[in-house]
Nanobody
Framework: QVQLVESGGGLVQPGGSLRLSCAAS????????MGWYCQAPGKQRELVAT???????NYADSVKGRFTISRDNAKNTVYLQMNSLKPEDTAVYYC????????????????WGQGTQVTVSS
């Protein structure tokens, strides 16, 4: 059983910072792309940032220059450093990873975390 467990959400004032973490566990053969998505009330889930196993990154235009995604391949963990937070960043943030489980090496699939709430408010 493969699981993604997120941590690090919370309430922060505008201009503040938060760091999200997401650890993948279970019988994992390899992890390709890892990423973060967010979903605000009444809106669809959307991409925030992704990072490949080689370290190539991709960001939504709305977070470029403010958010930084990184990963520790030895720990199967992805991070999202969020700086200069704005009220419009308020959302549930979900971790995503494309994983080849040991039980199905030839069939990678996407896994999702349970989500962590980020609220930016004064």
């Amino acid at each position: 059983q493969v699981q993604l467990v997120e941590s690090g959400g919370g309430l922060v004032q505008p201009g503040g910072s938060l760091r999200l973490s997401c650890a993948a566990s279970g019988r994992i053969f390899s992890i390709n792309v890892m990423g973060w998505y967010c979903q605000a009330p009444g809106k669809q889930r959307e991409l925030v940032a992704t990072i490949t196993s080689g370290g190539s990154t991709n960001y939504a235009d709305s977070v470029k220059g403010r958010f930084t995604i990184s990963r520790d391949n030895a720990k199967n963990t992805v991070y999202l450093q969020m700086n200069s937070l704005k009220p419009e960043d308020t959302a549930v943030y979900y971790c995503n990873a494309n994983i080849r489980p040991i039980t199905s090496v030839l069939t990678p699939r996407d896994y999702w975390g349970q989500g962590t709430q980020v609220t930016v408010s004064s």
